[in-house]
Nanobody
Framework: VQLVVSGGGSVQSGGSLTLSCVAS?????????MGWFRQAPGKERERVAF???????NYADSVKGRFTISQGNSNNTLHLLMNNLKPEDTAMYFC????????????????WGQGTQVTVSS
């Protein structure tokens, strides 16, 4: 499984970025889940945004109202629109896929890729 995550960068507080993630390498017909995590230096990895099994989006309290998760045109693509960015959003962002939602939710997925760095200055 390969992941290509893009869209990170350096912005000032209040700015916006859109992250994109494309997964490949699963066998045809394999169903898997994807979600966004982030990890800041010296901090634990944090769930950011997910689509739950019922299709509703779930967000960390710290990003509610500012971030929007969306599916791309194909099922292997996921986006994260980040508005009104704050310095505390500075982190490496990941979108690991997993065939099991519980594994993904727990952050136990096997494929993390290199992520994309988001840096927000005040």
């Amino acid at each position: 499984v390969q992941l290509v995550v893009s869209g990170g960068g350096s912005v000032q507080s209040g700015g916006s970025l859109t992250l994109s993630c494309v997964a490949s390498g699963y066998s045809d017909g394999t169903k898997y889940h994807m979600g966004w995590f982030r990890q800041a230096p010296g901090k634990e990895r944090e769930r950011v945004a997910f689509f739950l099994s019922d299709g509703y989006a779930n967000y960390a309290d710290s990003v509610k109202g500012r971030f929007t998760i969306s599916q791309g045109n194909s099922n292997n693509t996921l986006h994260l629109l980040m508005n009104n960015l704050k310095p505390e959003d500075t982190a490496m962002y990941f979108c690991p896929p997993d065939v099991r939602f519980d594994q993904l939710w727990a952050g136990l997925g096997s494929y993390w890729g290199q992520g994309t760095q988001v840096t927000v200055s005040s």
